[in-house]
């Protein structure tokens, strides 16, 4: 395989449900979510082993979302609070074979429309050691993540992606994103949703076939939609 290779995701979710705990506040209504998210890695410059994809990662999960409402010092604002229940695997067998699933705890804040701030903590649901096929997989990817957007102005925003496995040994990543707006100018009332994408990820668990290898890579690219 090379190092150079074609990164391809889709992301998508519904809502399936709303309104389960705040049938009484009409304004604020709690919602439960359906996501599906698809990560593949193409080697799409390896000619002679006939450009085949290295590894497809696969992430289906269910959100809880509460819409909770609080002003923190700063001008900081609580916006919402939630649980969730996600799967990971990348579909195939041993020895490539990687797959767990955690349940997590979440919570987001905002300074006004520049500054958000997510953070997560989550746990890993236990297997049979027989089944595990990567049973120190949280020592590696994690345990907790914490996720900044910088929102520049209307073209252009950073954001920060921090991951630690809460234990003496410093295991874990950072992600360092770019998005620049393609197709509209400063203050369109709908700007446009294609953006140029830079990213740069070094640490842990890029992908889940080398979960426990450290990597460094740079992203060139285009996201197609937001939301």
Request: glycine share 8%.
């Given at each position: 395989?090379?190092?150079?290779?074609?990164?391809?995701q889709?992301?998508?979710?519904?809502k399936?449900?709303?309104g389960?705990?705040t049938s009484?506040?009409?304004?604020?209504?709690?919602?439960?979510?359906?996501?599906y998210?698809q990560?593949?890695?193409?080697?799409l410059?390896s000619?002679?082993?006939?450009r085949?994809?290295r590894?497809t990662?696969?992430?289906?999960?269910?959100?809880?979302?509460?819409?909770?409402?609080?002003?923190?010092?700063?001008?900081?604002?609580?916006?919402?609070?939630?649980?969730?229940?996600v799967?990971?695997?990348n579909?195939?067998?041993?020895p490539?074979?990687?797959s767990?699933?955690?349940?997590?705890?979440?919570?987001?804040?905002?300074?006004?429309?520049?500054?958000?701030l997510?953070?997560r903590?989550?746990q890993?649901?236990?297997?049979?050691?027989?089944?595990?096929?990567?049973?120190?997989i949280?020592?590696y990817?994690g345990r907790a993540?914490?996720a900044a957007?910088w929102?520049?102005?209307?073209?252009?925003t950073?954001?920060l992606?921090?991951r630690?496995?809460l234990?003496?040994s410093?295991?874990?990543?950072?992600?360092?994103?770019?998005f620049?707006?393609?197709?509209?100018?400063?203050?369109d009332?709908h700007p446009?949703?294609l953006?140029?994408?830079?990213?740069?990820?070094?640490?842990?668990?890029?992908?889940l076939?080398?979960?426990n290898?450290r990597?460094?890579?740079?992203?060139?690219g285009l996201?197609?939609?937001?939301f």
């Amino acid at each position: 395989y090379r190092t150079t290779e074609t990164r391809i995701q889709l992301s998508v979710r519904t809502k399936i449900a709303q309104g389960l705990l705040t049938s009484l506040s009409p304004d604020r209504r709690d919602s439960v979510w359906f996501a599906y998210s698809q990560q593949s890695y193409w080697q799409l410059f390896s000619g002679n082993i006939s450009r085949p994809f290295r590894n497809t990662d696969h992430e289906p999960e269910f959100i809880y979302v509460y819409p909770a409402d609080a002003q923190l010092p700063g001008g900081w604002r609580l916006r919402y609070a939630g649980t969730g229940l996600v799967h990971q695997s990348n579909g195939q067998s041993l020895p490539l074979s990687r797959s767990w699933n955690r349940v997590y705890l979440m919570a987001g804040i905002e300074q006004g429309s520049r500054f958000t701030l997510q953070g997560r903590v989550w746990q890993r649901l236990p297997e049979k050691t027989a089944d595990d096929d990567n049973p120190d997989i949280s020592d590696y990817v994690g345990r907790a993540e914490l996720a900044a957007n910088w929102n520049v102005n209307s073209l252009n925003t950073l954001g920060l992606t921090l991951r630690h496995s809460l234990r003496a040994s410093a295991h874990g990543s950072a992600k360092l994103e770019w998005f620049r707006t393609l197709g509209s100018r400063p203050g369109d009332t709908h700007p446009s949703q294609l953006r140029f994408h830079t990213q740069l990820f070094s640490g842990y668990g890029d992908s889940l076939v080398d979960y426990n290898r450290r990597r460094t890579v740079l992203s060139l690219g285009l996201s197609l939609a937001d939301f």
